[in-house]
């Protein structure tokens, strides 16, 4: 490939920048050879010529394709340089938020400084057992590796990581070992991940410091060993640490801190504790006040230090050690604030000996203040004849206090470590480890000293290890593939570690200067000038004769000499050391033991050396004592060790980047970022990879992603390879630039940018052809359309100008007639109005006239009739006066007579004497009601009778005066010689009547006005009514609603705490299980221990039918397990079981807390469905009639309840026409005042004869049951007596009484006893009588102590009555008293109501009552007559000898035995046999032809007939056999799919045998009679059936393992990878991680068929046997939870399945799921409900992601996902071709700006292990027992069916 083809126009490349160190550019014009220039067009539309080199022809670098930018794994880009790289993790930081990318083998971390949500467990979990490539880079996927190699290998690992100070190193370390310690923490060992985290604090407090690059800067290296055992668990650490920044003591630059715990102990001086160490604040101590600001923002040292001591604790640190600690790190500050005066010259220094600061100093530590005060300004120094003592200058004396403070100090950083290490170790054997390398990157500060030589020289081994490391991985893959490949070469500094550590390197020379005795650090320069300037590594810098240069990897750095040698020599004086050995402190004086006799060790924790003393003068020593260790030499052979270590194990390498140094998140500095990038060695590893074939694609893949190029004749050859191969050939002239492997084609850098180019050539000229026709189909499609358009429109054009001339000839004409009609309309209508007014003046005229004569009569006649009604109302109303007052009155007095009768009544009606003479008289009282009853209707007949009397005479009289008016009028006729006196008279009656109307005119208007008054006041009155019905209403109406709504709120939330309750009850259950388990391993190790050790157990002390269980009816005592103990640690041994004894006590104690938890949640859920059941029963009650006494009663009640109601209403519609008649009268107001209080006084009189009615009511309805049962019992002796006896003695003494009697009526006269010749006589009968009537007088013994406490028991219920009474009292008040404010009618209304609602409330409490002991009753009497019919057996029947139980059953009965009662009868010591064959060695298909959950049906069989001989020591132990049983079978196939469902089955089936034979009333709704004969008699199982219940939750809990345990490796693989449309989705290009050296051997692929098949076998299985359907729903629900969880987990944290057609194929995959269910009838079981986050997440795969519409649309669609979700998905999605548009960052702030108001959880993943609480509804079953056939494949020969 030319150059000429590859910078073409539109190409993009890089060109250098000096601000983003590379900028992208577009090449505007074609490169031809030889040209001077290049033309390029910049990202701001600038236009720029890039001058060519065309001697070295350096053309600048190719950028990728944009479908490969933002890659996982950088060697997945095309084009491999630094630009590139830079880029791809510019990208992902800034745009997609991920701070993880691979390079190769490098995992690549930038800090975000910001806490991102990608730690959590969960996420843990989704990263565990996944392969290096299948996941989005993470820092877990390197550990798992790691983990994964380990255990596939078997081969040590390491994780090394580093970086410069900020980068987060120590973070990244952390989260390595929680992964480890999550993924392999052993459930017997403390986790090892608290033990190194409670290290963490205390490590940061004494090695971590402020720099000016980090606020917590490691200033030390550390190697964690993770030791794990064969099983691949935790067992134990170990920790190294290197090269501690001693100097830091003593000295810190500007703007730097001290090591941290100097801060935390001076913030904390006012802990009392702390009191006598001397301290105040840090500003007044000279070591920690040297660079300015002694705090820090955002930290809290107080706080800190609580942290420290709290994690001193964890470790196992004493308090006292903890004091010392302090007290030590105390005397170091003191220490620095010593003050020293010079004397004679500046040659001698002493200090005061009252200085306060040595004081402290000596008494902190314990030693002699004289010696210290003496040998801290003296140097005593020792030659071959004599030993004299020298004073120190005052830099001398600081020196060697510097030297002090800083040895002690690493004395004590040293014993921490060591006591650290000692907390994590382990006495199990090691297997293999994994170590953690948290170590400095590469330093280069303006200054750069020894600390920073020693940091650097270890960067370059660590190089080096890195470079051969990653040429051997590339050399493996070449020789994998059978690809020839030659040397490729790569940097190897081996040059720079040869000039450190080479013979006269710069470390011997160091050294070499070292033992001279006046050696400086400028005559050590001097020499690494003379020896190392012709080195191409070393260099002399031109301004400067005290430093060097040394060209590292990473940059050149410039070295200052100050210093070098005396923090190389690490001098400490022995005077010194000597005096801190002699402290009185233990500890202190520990520091510094032993320290001058230790041989040199290879185990290095740490960067100091042991102590030697210098001296000013040449020291002449034996010459056999070994000379001292520097501290170059040290760190060299520690440095020499770990690098053996790493090189013994798989390196694993994680490089941490700072992307700013201002500490911002998300900021990208692209100068920090390359400087970093190229000292890490992540350049290195590009450039190694582009040197030989980086880019890799198998050939499916390749086949896959570019079939376009290829032609339609090869498409359809079977051998891939082959075609592959041919297009490559066709493409690429160069066979050099790619190779083919045995399973993938091999490129090199830049050809897989090529083939993307040619294939996107391709894909544009196929799109443009699709282009050009789809758009000529639509202009023609569009012609058309215009065209017919235009014809329609042509068409109703000229049809509307026809019509539009027809309207018009048509308006005209009907104009004229118009015209015509209306003129003749005019002319008619001015005659009609003539004619109409000559009549209207006629009719007026006439009228006036008529109505004078009319009004003249009327007036006449009305004054008649006005002077009647006045005369007859002012009687009226006089008579109503006196009416009313003699009514109240009367009311009055009677009442007051009745509430004194009413008193004495309840007085009488409280003693029993009344209650006897109601009893006696109240037959009487019932005919006398009668009586009274008939003469009432007599009296009815006699009043009709006399008004039928007075109607006819009525009427006679009538006729009678008729006839007389006829006689009358006919005098009057012919009398008319007295018409002139009549005239006169009627003149005269004519003046007085006219003197009458005036008067009446006067008193009708008076009238008219009062009328008046009264309607305004009626209306008014009408108005205030009509407003209170309505408050009164929209009071009731709100009441109603608030109530409906309160009730349902309580509702939800009960059903909601209930369900919490269940799912939180059910993870107790779950973690008592796995602490049974753990138990069991415990036992299982200790077993294994003791066989190992020699010991073993006798058979006798084992049993498998033990007790596993811990409930309280079968669970061992806790003493016998201690005893268990003492003897295995007896066995084992003290010491070797000292840890298994303390943890498993530990267990147990833990075991018996979650019992007690345990029994009060079940208690909690007991009380909840009893109250749901209680309501449930009484409604079912309510709806049942048992027999003809609850119809008597109900008829009875009815009947009064109507009568009464009857009267009520009558009473009620009296009242409301008195209020009508007194609303309409409206006579004045004391009238109404009389009416209201009326009304009052009948509604008390009502409530009183509602009291005296209902006790009547209540009396007769007693007398009458009463009556009832006498006439319905028997006039048998014996039941006579059993009725007297029942209710006072217990079933017992009644079953003894009963078999007395019932044997001496049943004696003959001649009788003679079983078994026997002699007859029974009348004396042995009287003998026996005798003996009936000492037992009766027993009993009437015991029946009057019950009588006596029976009596009692009714005093207190009397008392409980009375106080009772009186709070109705008080309320009937306060009833009245709210009832006042409201208007009459509706008080009157209200309170009947009331009281109506009270009384049938009271009438079926009553009744409940009532019929609760009828039930328990008939239940005594049933089991008294079963015990009197089995005495009565056992005398009349013989024992039968006892049978054999081999050979008498057949195997297999085909008919049905006509005696048997579904009962299966075995001896004692067969039960063992029994578990065995039925429960440990029953295989599933043994009993598949059978009845389904066949074993729980034997089981309730045996406990049936051990219920039936009343043997509860047998229904205990088949129980407790058989729930053992099924635990040992469950544990010995706990991963059986098969055998878990069909022990799930057959438990729950036992337990509802349980319930529906009960016996309880609520189970048996369903029965048949048949099988309420099969019922339990005698034990109340509801104990077991709750342990049978816990039993089904475990079992429960193991069959959803096992089937996620199937169904989790399919999940991500069918639902997202396979492709169920065949060529949708597109292949990208692959990097490192996605190699065959990465992952395990063999294809994992799965498709969804694979899945459905399995769901499938799942449901056959649990159909065939016999599992509830509502079960099987659950857990298909829990299943497709988990499918949806795992499936969405890995779309988020999977980059390469983030696309449009990944969404298609998901939604294709969901819908498929759907199908299954649906074709399942599991419509209603909610698992379709769990797949919503998942179709929501395929949407918003497949939605349009551009405009703010588009962001509404995706808020209000995706409402199952949370916000996190969303972004975490928007900020994945890839498109995988080029014409798809990515997700720009302007449109995700958009989607997180319209989710500011959701409240959504921070949790980014779902819990896949989350588990629903299952609920077990009780399914009775219609197989009765006596149709159960045993098949003889069982072996249960020894069963008797009964």
Not at 1338 to 1360: C, I, N, S, W, Y
């Amino acid at each position: 490939m030319s150059t000429a083809q590859l910078y073409t126009k539109c190409t993009k490349v890089w060109i250098p920048d000096p601000d983003e160190v590379w900028r992208s550019a577009e090449i505007i014009k074609d490169y031809k050879e030889g040209d001077e220039s290049l033309h390029l067009k910049l990202e701001d539309e600038t236009v720029y010529e890039y001058p060519v080199d065309l001697q070295g022809k350096e053309l600048p670098l190719l950028r990728n394709p944009d479908i490969l930018v933002g890659e996982n794994d950088l060697t997945a880009l095309s084009y491999l340089h630094e630009p590139a790289v830079l880029h791809n993790l510019k990208v992902r930081f800034l745009e997609s938020n991920h701070i993880y990318t691979y390079c190769g083998i490098v995992l690549v971390a930038i800090n975000p400084y910001e806490q991102l949500p990608i730690y959590e467990e969960d996420v843990i979990y989704a990263y565990s057992g996944q392969n290096m490539g299948d996941m989005d880079p993470h820092i877990f996927a390197v550990a798992e590796e790691a983990y994964k190699q380990m255990a596939r290998d078997e081969k040590n690992q390491s994780i090394i990581v580093s970086g410069e100070s900020g980068a987060g190193k120590t973070v990244s370390a952390k989260y390595a070992m929680r992964f480890l310690a999550t993924v392999g923490g052993s459930p017997s060992e403390t986790s090892i991940e608290a033990k190194v985290l409670a290290s963490s604090p205390i490590m940061e407090a004494f090695g971590n410091a402020k720099t000016t690059r980090n606020d917590n800067s490691s200033r030390f290296g550390k190697y964690i060993q993770i030791g794990f055992d064969k099983r691949y668990h935790i067992i134990g650490a170990n920790m190294r640490t290197y090269l501690l920044e001693k100097s830091r003591v003593v000295f810190q630059a500007e703007d730097e801190r001290n090591y941290r715990i100097f801060y935390q102990l001076c913030a904390s001086v006012n802990l009392p504790e702390l009191k006598d160490l001397g301290l105040t604040c840090a500003e007044d101590f000279f070591y920690t006040s040297q660079g300015g600001d002694t705090s820090i923002s955002g930290v809290d040292d107080a706080d800190d230090f609580e942290k420290t001591r709290h994690a001193f604790t964890l470790l196992g640190v004493k308090e006292s050690h903890q004091m010392t600690i302090f007290r030590i790190i105390a005397a170091i500050l003191h220490l620095g604030n010593l003050e020293i005066r010079t004397e004679h010259s500046n040659e001698a220094c002493t200090i005061l000996s009252e200085d306060e600061h040595l004081n402290n100093f000596c008494s902190l530590l314990g030693v002699e203040y004289s010696q210290m005060q003496h040998w801290l300004c003296h140097l005593k120094l020792v030659t071959t004849a004599e030993t004299y003592v020298k004073n120190m200058s005052w830099q001398q004396v600081v020196n060697t206090r510097d030297a002090l403070a800083k040895h002690i100090y690493a004395q004590l950083f040293k014993w921490i470590v060591q006591h650290i290490n000692k907390a994590l170790h382990t006495t199990v054997k090691q297997h293999s480890f994994i170590g953690v390398l948290d170590i400095y990157g590469f330093e280069t500060f303006e200054v750069n000293s020894f600390e920073q030589f020693c940091i650097n020289y270890a960067n370059e081994k660590l190089q080096q290890q890195f470079n051969l490391h990653v040429f051997k991985l590339e050399q493996e893959e070449y020789m994998k593939e059978g690809i020839p490949w030659t040397l490729i070469d790569f940097y190897d500094n081996q040059p720079c570690i040869d000039l450190i550590e080479a013979k006269l390197g710069i470390l011997d020379l160091l050294d070499e200067e070292c033992k001279v005795p006046k050696g400086t650090d400028q005559n050590w320069v001097q020499k690494l000038y003379d020896r190392h300037t012709g080195s191409q590594h070393f260099q002399k810098p031109r301004m400067s004769n005290t430093s060097f240069i040394i060209l590292h990897f990473a940059d050149k750095v410039e070295y200052e000499s100050e210093g070098f040698l005396e923090k190389n020599r690490d001098t400490v004086y022995e005077e010194q050391i000597n005096i801190l050995r002699a402290s009185k402190y233990q500890m202190v004086a520990s520091l510094f033991q032993d320290e001058k006799d230790a041989a040199p060790t290879t185990s290095i924790r740490k960067g100091t050396a042991k102590i030697s003393i210098r001296s000013t003068r040449p020291v002449i020593k034996s010459a056999n004592k070994e000379h001292k260790k520097t501290v170059g030499h040290q760190f060299r052979n520690s440095l020499h060790l770990l690098m053996e270590t790493l090189n013994a194990t798989t390196p694993h390498y994680v490089r941490c980047i700072k992307p700013n140094d201002e500490k911002l998140s998300f900021k990208f500095d692209p100068k920090r970022v390359v400087q970093q990038l190229r000292a890490c060695g992540v350049l290195e590893t590009i450039r190694i990879s582009a040197a030989g074939f980086p880019s890799r694609w198998s050939y499916h893949d390749f086949f896959n992603r570019y079939r376009v190029l290829m032609k339609k004749r090869d498409l359809f050859k079977i051998d891939k390879k082959q075609i592959c191969q041919t297009l490559l050939e066709e493409l690429i002239k160069d066979p050099d630039k790619f190779q083919v492997g045995r399973t993938k084609i091999f490129f090199r850098s830049g050809q897989v940018a090529y083939l993307e180019k040619v294939r996107a050539a391709k894909l544009r000229a196929a799109m443009i052809m699709i282009q050009k026709t789809v758009r000529g189909w639509l202009q023609r499609v569009k012609y058309k359309r215009l065209r017919q358009a235009a014809v329609v429109i042509q068409r109703y054009t000229r049809g509307f100008l026809a019509r539009r001339l027809a309207e018009h000839l048509r308006r005209t004409r009907a104009a004229i007639i118009f015209q015509k009609q209306y003129r003749m309309l005019r002319i008619f209508r001015a005659f009609q109005g003539v004619r109409s007014a000559t009549i209207t003046i006629q009719a007026f005229a006439r009228g006036m006239f008529v109505r004078r004569i009319y009004r003249k009569i009327l007036v006449e006649h009305k004054a008649t009739i006005l002077q009647k009604y006045a005369r007859g109302w002012l009687a009226r109303t006089r008579f109503h006066q006196i009416r009313g007052a003699t009514i109240v009155l009367q009311c009055y007095y009677r009442r007051m007579k009745a509430r004194q009768e009413l008193k004495a009544l309840k007085i009488e009606a409280r003693s029993a004497q009344h209650l006897k003479k109601l009893n006696v008289g109240m037959e009487n009282k019932v005919v006398q009601l009668q009586r009274k009853i008939d003469e009432q209707n007599k009296e009815y007949k006699l009043l009709n009778e006399q008004l039928s009397a007075l109607t006819s005479a009525h009427s006679s009289e009538v006729e009678k005066l008729k006839k007389e008016l006829m006689q009358y009028q006919q005098s009057h006729q012919g009398d008319s010689s007295q018409l002139l006196s009549f005239q006169e008279e009627l003149e005269h009656l004519r003046l007085e009547l006219e003197k009458a109307y005036g008067e009446r005119k006067i008193v009708e208007d008076s009238y008219i006005k009062e009328k008046d008054l009264l309607r305004k006041r009626i209306s008014n009155l009408e108005e205030e009514n009509a407003l209170l019905k309505q408050e009164k209403s929209t009071y009731l109406y709100q009441y109603e609603d608030e109530l409906t709504q309160s009730m349902i709120e309580e509702n939800s939330q009960m059903k909601k705490e209930l369900e919490e309750e269940r799912s939180r009850y059910q993870n107790l259950v779950k973690e008592y299980s796995r602490l049974e388990q753990s138990y069991d391993n415990l036992q299982d190790e200790m077993v294994f221990m003791k066989q190992t050790a020699g010991h073993r157990r006798s058979p006798s002390n084992q049993s498998s039918l033990e007790s596993d269980s811990n409930y309280p009816s079968i669970s061992t005592s806790e003493t016998g397990d201690t005893e268990d103990v003492i003897h295995q640690v007896e066995e084992i041994g003290v010491e070797k079981a000292a840890m298994d004894m303390t943890v498993f006590l530990k267990l147990q104690k833990r075991v018996r807390e979650l019992e007690q938890e345990r029994k009060k949640l079940q208690t909690q859920i007991e009380k909840t469905e009893q109250v749901s059941k209680k309501s449930q029963v009484i409604e079912m009650k309510s709806e049942v009639t048992s027999d003809h006494e609850d119809f008597a009663y109900n008829s009875l009640k009815r009947q009064e309840l109507e009568s009464e109601n009857k009267k009520l209403k009558n009473e009620l519609n009296e009242l409301r026409k008195a209020i009508a008649d007194g609303a309409t009268q409206n006579n004045s107001s004391s009238d109404v005042q009389d009416s209201y209080n009326l009304l009052l006084n009948q509604l008390k009189s009502a409530n009183e004869e509602l009291e005296v009615r209902k006790e009547e009511v209540l009396i007769l309805r007693t007398q009458i049951m009463k009556a009832d049962q006498q006439k319905g019992t028997k006039n048998t002796v014996t039941e006579r007596v059993m009725d007297f006896l029942f209710p006072f003695c217990c079933w017992k003494f009644t079953d003894c009484l009963s078999d007395a009697i019932s044997a001496l009526e049943s004696i003959p006269t001649d009788a003679s006893w079983p078994n026997s010749d002699k007859h029974i006589g009348q004396e042995d009968v009287i003998e026996a009588y005798q003996g009936m009537c000492e037992t009766n007088r027993l009993l009437e013994a015991q029946l009057q102590d019950q009588r006596r406490e029976h009596e009692e028991e009714v005093e207190a219920l009397k008392k409980q009555v009375d106080a009772m009474k009186e709070d109705m009292e008080k309320q009937q008040q306060a009833f009245l008293q709210t009832t006042l404010q409201l208007s009459p009618e509706v008080q009157v209304e209200f309170g009947i109501q009331q009281e109506i609602t009270r009384l049938t409330n009271e009438n079926l409490d009553l009744k409940e009552m009532l019929e609760n002991l009828e039930s328990n009753e008939m239940k005594l009497k049933k089991q008294l007559k079963f015990y009197m019919k089995k005495l009565k057996e056992s005398k009349t029947t013989i024992p039968t000898e006892r049978w054999q139980h081999k050979g008498k059953m057949q195997a297999v009965v085909q008919r049905k035995e006509k005696d048997f009662q579904g009962m299966l009868e075995y001896f004692k010591e067969d039960e063992p046999l029994l578990i065995r064959n039925l429960i440990i060695d029953l295989k599933p298909q043994a009993v598949s032809a059978s009845v389904p959950c066949l074993p729980a049906y034997i089981l309730y069989m045996c406990i049936r007939h051990a219920d039936y001989i009343s043997d509860d020591q047998k229904v205990h132990s088949l129980l407790t056999s058989s729930i053992n049983g099924i635990k040992k079978v469950l544990k010995k196939h706990n991963d059986d799919f098969e055998i878990t469902s069909f022990w799930l089955a057959n438990t729950c089936r036992l337990r509802h045998c349980l319930k529906q034979y009960s016996g309880e009333e609520c189970f048996m709704t369903q029965n048949t009679p048949k099988q309420n004969e099969h019922c339990l008699k005698n034990f109340d199982l509801s104990e077991y059936c709750q342990v049978l219940s816990h039993l089904s939750i475990q079992i429960y809990q193991q069959l959803i393992k096992v089937a996620e345990g199937i169904l989790q490796p399919m999940i991500a693989s069918a639902m997202l990878e396979n492709e169920s449309i065949q060529g949708l989705s597109g292949v990208k290009p692959m990097g490192y991680r996605n190699r065959s050296s990465s992952m395990a051997d063999g294809d994992s692929s799965y498709s969804l068929d694979a899945v459905i098949r399995q769901l499938n076998m799942f449901h056959s299985i649990m159909c065939d046997q016999g599992l509830d359907p509502q079960i099987a729903q659950q857990i298909f629900r829990q299943l497709f939870y988990m499918i949806s969880a795992v499936t969405l987990n890995n779309l988020l944290l999977r980059k390469d399945v983030c696309s449009w057609s990944t969404g298609m194929q998901l939604r294709f995959n969901i819908n498929q799921l759907e199908e299954w269910l649906h074709g399942k009838n599991m419509q209603q079981s909610g698992a379709a409900q769990t797949l919503e986050p998942l179709i929501q997440a395929a949407q918003l795969l497949q939605l349009k992601k551009k405009t703010s519409e588009d962001a509404e649309a995706i808020c209000s669609l995706c409402t199952s996902l949370t916000t996190q979700q969303i972004v975490k998905i928007l900020n994945l999605y890839t498109p995988t071709h080029e014409f798809e548009e990515r997700v720009t960052v302007a449109f995700i702030r958009d989607i997180q700006t319209h989710l500011q108001e959701r409240n959504d959880p921070p949790q980014l993943l779902l819990d896949f292990k989350h588990m629903f609480p299952v609920l077990f509804p009780f399914s009775p079953s219609s197989i009765t027992m006596d149709s159960i056939h045993l098949p003889a494949s069982l072996n249960l020969e020894f069963l008797r069916k009964v």
